[in-house]
């Protein structure tokens, strides 16, 4: 499997709501990457997990959670977000931190 | 911190000729310099990188050169198909043991057949 999947594909919410956007790879990958890509800009880093620690928070608000159960899921939760939110969140891993990066096809997020 | 700037932000060719896609880093501690290219509506994706001990790497119809004295790095496409149209972002990042990618502006290639 040479693939990083998300899911969903897309989300709706509503400001108040509670939502998690998931992330699997199984290529053995021990680090992996939470981006937000706004329409017509490049991926912008939020966090990088390295062997199932938090490595890198790139001073993201406290309504974006980001959590590593284990080596292969990566979730991001997602509480009272706002419209200006809204955004392709796009998971990525790689097999060590400083080795060639790959991209999941990303969940497109709605914030209503 | 590392800035990456990538020119030019639009290109046209027409199919079969060549595109060429520059960009500028600032760190000259960069060490790793990847290519992605991005379709409408699809993820980034890894189409060739450079390190910085290769002044240049080929791979069928791309290439990509590295000047590590003027800091500068270069996306080749040759024969260019319909297909490669799409936005293509440039990338560098330094040695650091928890280093990250900072990207480029990205530019859109159109291809017109």
């Known amino acids: 499997d040479t693939e990083v999947t998300q899911t969903p594909k897309h989300l709706v919410m509503g400001m108040t709501n509670k939502k998690s956007l998931k992330c699997e790879q199984h290529?053995?990958?021990?680090?992996m990457y939470w981006y937000k890509q706004k329409a017509k800009k490049p991926p912008e880093l939020m966090f990088v997990?390295?062997?199932?620690?938090?490595?890198i928070n790139e001073s993201v608000p406290s309504r974006f959670s980001p959590e590593c159960p284990n080596s292969s899921l990566l979730n991001l939760h997602l509480h009272a977000l706002q419209p200006e939110d809204s955004a392709l969140y796009l998971c990525a891993s790689s097999r060590e931190m400083n080795t060639e990066a790959f991209f999941g096809q990303g969940t497109r997020l709605t914030v209503v | 911190g590392e800035n990456v700037e990538q020119h030019p932000s639009t290109l046209s060719v027409q199919e079969g000729d060549s595109a060429v896609i520059k960009c500028t880093y600032s760190d000259s501690a960069s060490n790793y310099f990847p290519w992605y290219k991005q379709e409408l509506g699809k993820r980034p994706q890894l189409i060739i990188d450079?390190?910085?001990?290769?002044g240049e790497k080929k791979d069928q119809r791309i290439a990509v050169t590295l000047n590590k004295t003027a800091k500068h790095f270069s996306l080749h496409i040759t024969e260019t198909q319909p297909e490669d149209s799409a936005v293509y972002f440039c990338a560098a990042r330094d040695p650091g043991a928890n280093s990250k990618l900072t990207f480029g502006k990205g530019i859109t290639l159109s291809v017109r057949p």
């Open positions: 290529m053995g990958h021990r680090a």
């Open positions: 997990y390295s062997y199932e620690k938090l490595s």
């Open positions: 450079i390190r910085s001990n290769v």
